[in-house]
């Protein structure tokens, strides 16, 4: 395969192994099924502005809300002046902790919730960060809205806050559930030949998807419809009846295409509960956008985080003792743990490791996930030690590497489901051509600039939740798929109907697929790179099904050309049931239905083990802590990845110059998808590694470049030559499909590959996120 990428730029993929066949697959229309690359189902809407993002949707009669933020970190409202705006032309409402709406608080995420945090705005006059959102204007237009909003005047009574989690009085917490005590790591580390210990930081980053943040609520007769951008509708119905106090039965959440969310639209943030509360006061519906400023501050990024990593080794380079410790930030009413010790004693086959992990509320938004969040930091700081320890023994990083290969889980003691590292390793480095390196930093050079060459390894595990299926089969042949599950951009729609056509061999344009709809059969979240195998996995166990209920009817409707054929005779194709050896026994799926007098053939299935209750099911897929992981072996996606910098000496910018990973994710449902999350990730990487980096003012905690033009993220003209390898095999112990996770991988190891490319450039060492100019000057 060979495209063009985003910036003009030659992007290649190379094929290291052949997908294994499906195990019941017959003749699949070629280019259909799983493991072929058809196109994407939502391609030509989305680039032809037809697919309809949830602000986008026509409401008769809508209102505008606008969101109020505050300008200070810490104190109470002490007044507001709102009479202007209330008078203002067109204005229904201003609604402040003056004149509350009642919020009621919901299950946060650690607590087996669905909320992000359990913050409720305009409850009271409290003050927990700057840009909290304190109040809500209404009026018949945006334009009306946006300048009422802009009357009202806030004074404050300020305390003293925590903008940093350094600053005195605030106080680090230690996460149990993330300490990591494997052997004696202290003795070990005393006794070790080789030693290096260092710190390292990484920034406030942001989600910046390209659809902001932006919803309608509708309340209508008792009922309320909220299409809002989302990775979880089960989950954001669940946060929203609790924030409404009413049941789940009673909302539902539309969200058939999101425009991006990587991890920030997993829950509805607290202008929703805005603009629910208000359609329901109001009766009418009521449609919230958060400006881009707004969104650095109306849900919250990835944290900070802070970390000391010690390693220590034998001087021929077997790596016996970790010590760790790392903390994030947090806000002061809620936990989220950016665990930076995620993949440390995972990775490598290392006897001592000590680690913990702390969180430090201070006067911030509660941070959220960001593609990785976790595993990304984590791989940061293990993946650029290696590096340094691989110069302080005078070693390869790649051998350093497959020196202290881990041929099991040492942390968990579990053997790998599949650990396709080594492969990825030697075709990485293979088409990097990583053996012609140097070892020496600043000792390949072209002109002006100095060029670098690093890599580092990434990994990500495998979750899982349950989901169900709903398939209709028409008289004619077109099938739908049926699932509440979201497609944010990953592929969802197009690896369904894969999976649909794998089994009931029926042309994908025959194959709709209906996503992201609370009424569809219930999913869990697309988040922790989980929902292409939780949903293969039920549209494949509801498309056998379907088969077999064809079977059933070819074989025993009286008039069928195949009653009484034995089943195991029977195949699908063209468009109907015909005999193995003997095509022209056949039945059309439209004449067996007619025969059957059914007007279509509507089927569900699901994944839940037992037989759990529908409230129970519900509960499982609206809280996160029933993710589970596969039980008897540890599973995770694996990466090698290989970078080249070039570094200008003079002025000490860095560009990327070429990217190369190969990855193991298991087996592929689409390679071209797959490919493109790959490389989104490692896009996302480049931008952490050298531009992303939240600024907050230390006076007052003000984000200060709250914007597209000051918050850099990577664009195409940033982006190199990215070649991706898929060196993964159909690993079944892991999902029913055999892939493992894709959609966060690319992005885990990223920042530390380039980092480690910038040193051997250079002969500097940035541990500090950015890598920017003045750090290497
Ligand atoms: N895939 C595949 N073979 C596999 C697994 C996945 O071909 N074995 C492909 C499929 O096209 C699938 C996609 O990869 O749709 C992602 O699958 P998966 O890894 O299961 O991830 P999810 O569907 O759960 O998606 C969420 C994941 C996360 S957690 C973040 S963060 C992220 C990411 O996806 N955010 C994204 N990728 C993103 N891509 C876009 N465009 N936008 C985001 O917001
Ligand atoms: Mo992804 S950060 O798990 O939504």
Same mark, same amino acid.
């Given at each position: 395969?060979?495209?063009?990428?985003?910036?003009?730029?030659?992007?290649?993929? !190379?094929r +290291? @192994?052949?997908q /294994?066949?499906?195990? #019941?697959?017959?003749?699949? =229309?070629?280019?259909?099924?799983? $493991?072929? *690359?058809?196109?994407?189902?939502?391609?030509?809407?989305?680039?032809?502005?037809?697919?309809?993002?949830?602000?986008?949707?026509?409401?008769?009669?809508?209102?505008?809300?606008?969101?109020?933020?505050?300008t200070?970190?810490?104190?109470?409202?002490?007044?507001?002046?709102?009479?202007?705006?209330?008078r203002?032309?067109? !204005?229904l +409402? @201003?609604?402040? /902790?003056?004149?509350? #709406?009642?919020?009621?608080? =919901?299950?946060?995420?650690?607590? $087996?919730? *669905?909320?992000?945090?359990?913050?409720l705005p305009?409850q009271?006059?409290?003050?927990?960060h700057?840009?909290?959102?304190?109040?809500?204007?209404?009026?018949?237009?945006?334009?009306?809205?946006?300048?009422?909003?802009?009357?009202?005047?806030?004074?404050?009574?300020?305390?003293?806050a925590?903008?940093?989690?350094?600053?005195?009085g +605030?106080?680090?917490?230690?996460?149990?559930? #993330?300490?990591?005590t494997?052997?004696?790591?202290?003795?070990?580390?005393?006794?070790?030949?080789?030693r290096?210990?260092?710190?390292?930081i990484?920034?406030r980053?942001?989600n910046?998807?390209?659809?902001?943040?932006?919803c309608?609520?509708h309340?209508?007769?008792?009922?309320?419809?909220?299409?809002?951008?989302?990775?979880?509708?089960?989950?954001?119905?669940?946060?929203?009846?609790?924030?409404?106090?009413?049941?789940?039965?009673?909302?539902?959440?539309?969200?058939?295409?999101?425009?991006?969310?990587?991890?920030?639209?997993?829950?509805?943030?607290t202008?929703?509960?805005?603009?629910?509360?208000?359609?329901?006061?109001?009766?009418?519906?009521?449609?919230?956008?958060?400006?881009?400023?707004?969104?650095?501050t109306?849900?919250?990024?990835?944290?900070?985080?802070?970390?000391?990593?010690?390693?220590?080794?034998?001087?021929?380079?077997k790596?016996?003792?970790?010590?760790?410790?790392?903390?994030?930030?947090?806000s002061?009413?809620?936990?989220?743990?950016?665990?930076?010790?995620?993949?440390?004693?995972?990775?490598?086959?290392?006897?001592?490791?000590?680690?913990?992990?702390?969180?430090?509320?201070?006067?911030?938004?509660?941070?959220?996930?960001?593609?990785?969040?976790?595993?990304?930091?984590?791989?940061?700081?293990?993946?650029?030690?290696?590096?340094?320890?691989?110069?302080?023994?005078?070693?390869d990083?790649?051998?350093?590497?497959?020196?202290?290969?881990?041929?099991?889980?040492?942390?968990?003691?579990?053997?790998?489901?599949?650990?396709?590292?080594k492969?990825?390793?030697?075709?990485?480095?293979?088409?990097?051509?990583?053996s012609?390196r140097?070892?020496?930093?600043?000792?390949?050079?072209?002109?002006?600039?100095?060029?670098?060459?690093?890599?580092?390894?990434?990994?990500?595990?495998?979750?899982?939740?349950?989901?169900?299926?709903?398939?209709?089969?028409?008289?004619?042949?077109?099938l739908?798929?049926?699932?509440?599950?979201?497609?944010?951009?990953?592929?969802?729609?197009?690896?369904?109907?894969?999976?649909?056509?794998?089994?009931?061999?029926?042309?994908?344009?025959?194959i709709?697929?209906?996503?992201?709809?609370?009424?569809?059969?219930?999913a869990?979240?697309?988040?922790?790179?989980?929902?292409?195998?939780?949903?293969?996995?039920?549209?494949?166990?509801?498309?056998?099904?379907?088969?077999?209920?064809?079977?059933?009817?070819?074989?025993?409707?009286?008039?069928?050309?195949?009653?009484?054929?034995?089943?195991?005779?029977?195949?699908?194709?063209?468009?109907?049931?015909?005999?193995?050896?003997?095509?022209?026994?056949?039945?059309?799926?439209?004449?067996?239905?007619?025969?059957?007098?059914?007007?279509?053939?509507?089927?569900?299935a699901?994944?839940?083990?037992?037989?759990?209750?529908?409230?129970?099911r519900?509960?499982?897929?609206?809280?996160?802590?029933?993710?589970?992981?596969?039980?008897?072996?540890?599973?995770?996606?694996?990466?090698?990845?290989?970078?080249?910098?070039?570094?200008?000496?003079?002025?000490?910018?860095?560009?990327?110059?070429?990217?190369?990973?190969?990855?193991?994710?298991g087996?592929?449902?689409?390679?071209?998808?797959?490919?493109?999350?790959?490389?989104?990730?490692?896009?996302?990487?480049?931008?952490?590694?050298?531009?992303?980096?939240?600024t907050?003012?230390?006076?007052?905690?003000?984000?200060?470049?709250?914007?597209?033009?000051?918050?850099?993220?990577?664009?195409?003209?940033?982006?190199?030559?990215?070649?991706?390898?898929?060196?993964?095999?159909?690993?079944?112990?892991?999902?029913?499909?055999?892939?493992?996770?894709?959609?966060?991988?690319?992005?885990v190891?990223?920042?530390?590959?380039?980092?480690?490319?910038?040193?051997?450039?250079?002969?500097?060492?940035?541990?500090?996120?950015?890598?920017t100019?003045?750090?290497?000057?």
């Open positions: 395969v060979s495209v063009m990428a985003a910036g003009g730029h030659h992007v290649k993929s !190379v +290291a @192994v052949q /294994h066949q499906l195990p #019941l697959s017959e003749q699949t =229309p070629p280019q259909q099924g799983l $493991g072929a *690359a058809p196109q994407r189902k939502d391609g030509t809407l989305k680039v032809s502005g037809h697919a309809t993002y949830a602000a986008e949707h026509q409401v008769e009669n809508v209102l505008y809300g606008v969101v109020v933020q505050s200070v970190s810490s104190g109470r409202i002490t007044a507001m002046e709102t009479q202007a705006a209330r203002a032309e067109g !204005v +409402a @201003v609604y402040s /902790h003056l004149n509350s #709406l009642k919020i009621n608080k =919901p299950r946060s995420i650690p607590e $087996g919730g *669905a909320a992000q945090t359990t913050y305009i009271n006059d409290r003050i927990i700057n840009g909290q959102n304190i109040a809500l204007v209404v009026a018949e237009t945006f334009e009306q809205a946006t300048h009422a909003a802009s009357l009202i005047k806030v004074a404050y009574a300020e305390t003293p925590l903008i940093f989690p350094e600053d005195k +605030a106080k680090p917490q230690d996460q149990d559930s #993330l300490t990591i494997m052997g004696n790591a202290q003795q070990a580390m005393e006794q070790a030949e080789v290096i210990k260092n710190k390292f990484t920034p980053e942001y910046q998807p390209m659809e902001p943040h932006a309608i609520a309340w209508q007769d008792d009922k309320l419809t909220v299409w809002e951008p989302s990775q979880w509708v089960a989950g954001a119905r669940t946060a929203i009846a609790e924030w409404m106090g009413i049941d789940i039965s009673k909302v539902e959440i539309i969200s058939p295409y999101v425009g991006g969310g990587f991890g920030s639209k997993a829950s509805p943030a202008h929703v509960a805005l603009a629910c509360v208000a359609s329901r006061e109001l009766k009418r519906p009521v449609k919230v956008a958060l400006t881009r400023p707004q969104t650095f109306g849900f919250g990024g990835r944290a900070s985080t802070h970390q000391s990593l010690e390693m220590g080794a034998t001087r021929d380079g790596i016996t003792a970790i010590i760790h410790d790392g903390y994030n930030e947090t002061l009413d809620d936990v989220f743990a950016e665990g930076t010790n995620r993949v440390t004693a995972r990775m490598y086959a290392i006897e001592n490791v000590t680690s913990h992990h702390r969180v430090v509320p201070i006067n911030t938004v509660t941070p959220g996930w960001m593609r990785a969040p976790g595993e990304n930091p984590s791989a940061f700081s293990l993946e650029v030690s290696m590096d340094e320890m691989a110069y302080a023994l005078n070693m990083p790649l051998a350093l590497r497959i020196k202290n290969w881990a041929d099991h889980d040492y942390q968990q003691g579990k053997p790998w489901s599949s650990r396709q590292l492969e990825a390793y030697q075709k990485g480095a293979e088409a990097f051509g990583w012609k140097s070892m020496e930093p600043r000792s390949m050079r072209e002109g002006r600039e100095l060029i670098g060459w690093g890599m580092a390894s990434g990994t990500y595990p495998v979750n899982l939740q349950p989901a169900e299926a709903t398939l209709v089969l028409q008289p004619d042949g077109h739908t798929v049926k699932s509440a599950g979201a497609d944010i951009g990953t592929g969802t729609y197009t690896i369904l109907a894969q999976t649909a056509a794998d089994v009931l061999k029926i042309p994908q344009d025959r709709q697929v209906e996503l992201g709809d609370s009424r569809l059969p219930t869990g979240v697309a988040g922790g790179s989980q929902l292409a195998g939780n949903l293969t996995a039920a549209v494949f166990k509801t498309a056998l099904a379907l088969r077999e209920r064809l079977f059933t009817l070819a074989i025993e409707t009286p008039d069928s050309p195949l009653f009484g054929t034995p089943r195991d005779k029977l195949v699908v194709m063209d468009n109907g049931v015909a005999m193995t050896m003997r095509p022209n026994r056949k039945v059309t799926f439209e004449q067996l239905l007619s025969l059957a007098g059914l007007p279509s053939l509507a089927l569900s699901d994944t839940f083990k037992g037989n759990a209750s529908a409230e129970e519900d509960k499982m897929l609206s809280a996160l802590n029933t993710i589970t992981r596969p039980e008897d072996v540890s599973a995770h996606s694996w990466s090698a990845l290989f970078v080249e910098v070039r570094v200008d000496e003079d002025f000490g910018t860095v560009r990327v110059k070429r990217m190369v990973g190969a990855f193991d994710s087996r592929l449902y689409n390679p071209a998808l797959a490919r493109s999350q790959w490389i989104g990730g490692m896009v996302m990487g480049l931008g952490q590694a050298l531009l992303e980096e939240g907050l003012d230390p006076r007052n905690g003000r984000v200060i470049n709250n914007n597209l033009a000051d918050y850099l993220v990577a664009v195409s003209a940033d982006v190199p030559e990215i070649t991706t390898i898929d060196v993964g095999q159909p690993d079944y112990k892991a999902t029913t499909m055999g892939g493992k996770a894709v959609g966060e991988l690319g992005i190891g990223m920042a530390a590959a380039i980092s480690n490319a910038v040193f051997h450039a250079t002969g500097k060492r940035v541990r500090e996120l950015p890598i100019m003045e750090k290497l000057i």
